[in-house]
C-alpha cells in the first residue's frame, strides 16, 4: 500500500487516517486531559472523546509493566510541568538534551506541544467538549496559565520551531518513536500543505516503520499495537489486511483485552483460508519477536 497522497488535501487527511486510528489501539489510553479531571462514570460521546483526546495525544508514558517474559506496555505519567515560565523551562532541559538525554528532548516538545495546543483553533473544541464533561473551569483555568507561561517560548522562534520531537526519537526515546508514527504532522507540517507524496513524506514513513519495528523488537507493545492498526489504517505502512490481521492475533495472544474478537471475526472472514493460516505463521513470528526473549535477554528498560 503506499498510501499515496493525492494532489489534494483529502489525500493528505487520507496519509494522516494511520495516525489517527493508531489511537484505538493503543493499550494504554490517554488519560489527562490538559489538568482537567473527568469524574468516574461521566459518559463521554465519541465527539467530546476525539476532542479531549486531541487535548491529551501525547502525554508520555512512564514506567514499564511487565506483559511476559519480554513485552511490555509503559504506563503512568511522567509529572506535569512545574508552573513557571515555559521558556526558562525548556532552557534548563537543553543541557541534558545536548548531552543526548532523550527524555530530556522529549520534555522539550511536549512543553513546546502544550503551548501550542493551548493557541490552536482545536482549544475551542477542546473547552466544549470539557464543558460537557464537567470540566470546562479547571480546563480554562488550565489554559489561561498556559497562555501566560507560554509566552516567552513562543517569541523563542529558534526553540519553537526546531525538531525536538524527530532529535527525541532519534536519541532513542520510544515515547518519542511513537509519537512520531502516530502524528506525522508534527514532522512533515499541516495537513493541508501536503500536496502530493513528496520526499518528506516518504522520509517520514520510512522512518516511523522503523521506529515502530524497533518498538516491537524492544518488547514494547506500542510498536505492535502501532504496526497493526498502520496496516489497517494506512501511514508508515502500506495497508496490507493479511499483516493488519497478523499484527491483531499478537495482540490478541499478549492480552485478549487488547483486542475486539468481534472485530478479528470480521476481518479473518475477509481473507482466504490460505492467509488465515499465512496470517498465523506471520503472528507467530511476531511474537517471538516482541515478546519471547534471546538468550540472556531481560525486560526492556522502559526508556521513554
Known amino acids: 500500500m503506499a498510501v499515496l497522497l493525492a494532489a489534494s488535501a483529502a489525500g493528505a487527511h487520507a496519509l494522516f487516517a494511520g495516525g489517527a486510528a493508531m489511537a484505538a489501539h493503543d493499550p494504554v489510553p490517554d488519560e489527562d486531559v490538559r489538568g482537567a479531571q473527568i469524574r468516574p462514570g461521566t459518559r463521554i460521546s465519541p465527539a467530546d472523546a476525539g476532542a479531549l483526546a486531541g487535548a491529551a495525544l501525547p ?6 509493566q511487565p506483559l511476559g517474559a519480554k513485552a511490555y506496555q509503559r504506563v503512568g505519567l511522567y509529572p506535569s510541568r512545574p508552573p513557571g515560565d515555559a521558556l ?3 532552557n534548563q532541559l537543553r543541557l541534558r538534551s545536548d548531552a543526548g538525554d532523550a527524555n530530556a528532548t522529549y520534555a522539550i516538545y511536549l512543553t ?3 503551548c501550542r495546543n493551548a493557541l490552536s483553533e482545536a482549544a475551542d473544541g477542546q473547552v466544549e467538549a470539557a464543558r460537557r464533561v ?9 489554559s489561561e496559565r498556559l497562555l501566560h507561561e507560554c509566552q516567552t517560548l513562543m517569541l523563542d ?3 519553537y520551531q526546531a525538531p525536538w520531537l524527530a532529535i527525541a526519537a532519534a536519541q532513542g526515546s520510544e515515547d518519542a518513536m511513537y509519537a512520531y508514527a502516530r502524528a506525522p504532522e508534527e514532522i512533515i507540517g499541516p495537513l493541508s500543505d501536503v500536496i502530493g507524496e513528496t520526499a518528506a513524506t516518504e522520509e517520514w514513513k520510512s522512518t516511523a516503520a522503523d521506529y515502530l519495528q524497533t518498538l516491537v523488537s524492544n518488547g514494547n507493545i506500542n510498536g505492535v499495537a502501532g ?3 498502520a496496516y489497517r489504517y494506512g501511514g508508515a505502512v502500506d495497508v496490507d489486511a493479511l499483516l493488519a490481521y497478523a499484527y491483531e492475533l499478537t495482540l490478541q495472544r499478549i492480552d485478549p483485552a487488547f483486542t475486539s474478537e468481534d472485530e478479528l471475526s470480521e476481518r479473518r472472514a475477509a481473507l482466504s483460508l490460505s492467509e488465515q493460516a499465512m496470517a498465523r505463521e506471520l503472528s507467530s513470528r511476531i511474537y517471538e519477536q516482541c515478546c519471547v526473549p534471546m538468550a540472556g535477554g531481560t525486560l526492556g528498560d522502559g526508556n521513554g
Open 88 to 90: 526558562t523551562y525548556v
Open 112 to 114: 513546546l506541544w502544550d
Open 227 to 229: 504496526l497493526a492498526s
Open 134 to 142: 464537567g470540566a470546562e473551569a479547571q480546563f480554562l483555568a488550565t
Open 59 to 64: 502525554m508520555p508514558r512512564a514506567g514499564v
Open 157 to 159: 522562534r529558534a526553540v
